[in-house]
């Protein structure tokens, strides 16, 4: 089992910035890829950005350039920094990890409950 817990959202202005956290707890050495994902109101949850382990970031499109996400392994938590917002980053943010799990071999998503990003002047 994976915990991940968010933090750091709010509101704040078009251009702003924002650096959002997600603390990750349980067997994370069983986890195969972390990530960022957002929800808009009336929209499907997307992906922005993810790690694979021993691998190199990716972002989407529209992210790219604006946002960077990074690991620190000796805290186990995942950064998301979030600069040049624009309204239309406005969406809950989920943290998310893929672990494989030994007792049923399956790879598993965990996620987190979200945090709240508002961008408006």
């Known amino acids: 089992q994976v915990q991940l817990v968010e933090s750091g959202g709010g509101l704040v202005q078009p251009g702003g910035s924002l650096r959002l956290s997600c603390a990750m707890s349980?067997?994370?050495?069983?986890?195969?890829?972390v990530g960022w994902y957002r929800q808009a109101p009336g929209k499907q949850r997307e992906l922005v950005a993810a790690?694979?382990?021993?691998?190199?970031?990716r972002y989407k499109d529209f992210v790219k350039g604006r946002f960077n996400i990074s690991r620190d392994n000796a805290k186990d938590t995942v950064y998301l920094q979030m600069n040049s917002l624009e309204p239309a980053d406005t969406a809950v943010y989920y943290c998310?990890?893929?672990?494989?799990?030994?007792?049923?071999?399956?790879?598993?998503?965990?996620w987190g409950q979200g945090t709240q990003v508002t961008v408006s002047s």
């Open positions: 998310n990890a893929d672990a494989f799990v030994h007792t049923i071999h399956r790879v598993v998503d965990y």
């Open positions: 349980g067997s994370i050495f069983s986890i195969l890829s």
């Open positions: 790690i694979p382990k021993g691998g190199s970031p």
